[in-house]
């Protein structure tokens, strides 16, 4: 097969490109549903009342499980992404694989977060909340230590996302397949997740931030724009790809046959 075709738009990476069309403002709406049932009556950073919280709550690791599968769904939009942005030659296809691989090891660093999140923090609270009077410190500081590898694993992986956010947008910028403003708004978002994932996080734990109100909003609109430019570059790309592959089996064809 020539690598040329198989590379140029249209047939499965048009495919491909409308399925993250639908698979990025889908991720954003299952996370703003699943954060809805979040139970967030009190402070984060007050281990005794939120654990407690924790404990009593029937829906935590569904919730979270509803949460997980939000993110593959954004992070899976990202990855269709670089199949356009990479589609014309230049700075913007340069930068599409490294914003490829981030987006494959924030998935992973997902993955590894609501496991810790939504399991390991549900079974440690549970098991401090019926502890025994002799036991409760020892589980308290069992459960505090999952906590920290929580706010350790939610730093990591909020600076990853927000790294491939960063790396996409500044492929679109650089790029010449979709607007450059586009870019520039998925640049700032990621910024700033990066900003609270190193700073904020990693430094404070879970306190309110600004900054990452800031990603979180920008990154909302940003899906729905890209998903309806990516919709249309799918069916653009798919139409021109066709009528590629039509020509040259009709040139093939005997004189006789036409």
Known sequence: MDARTDRQPGGNAAITTRIGAVALPLGVIVIAIAEYFHPASEDPMDNHAVFMEYAHSDIWTAVHFAEYFGFLLLLGGLIALYYSVSAKPGVGAGLAPFGFAAAVTAAASFTVL?????????RAVDAWASAPA???????AAAEAVRWIEIAMNSFSFFLAGQTLFLFGLAIALGTVYPRWVGLIAAVSGAAFMYDGVVVVAYEGFVPSIIKVVGLLLLAVWTFIMAVLMWRYGGRSGSIAGSEVATPELARQPAGAR
């Open 134 to 140: 002799d036991q409760e410190t020892a589980a308290f």
């Open 114 to 122: 609501q496991a810790v999140d939504g399991i390991t923090l549900k």
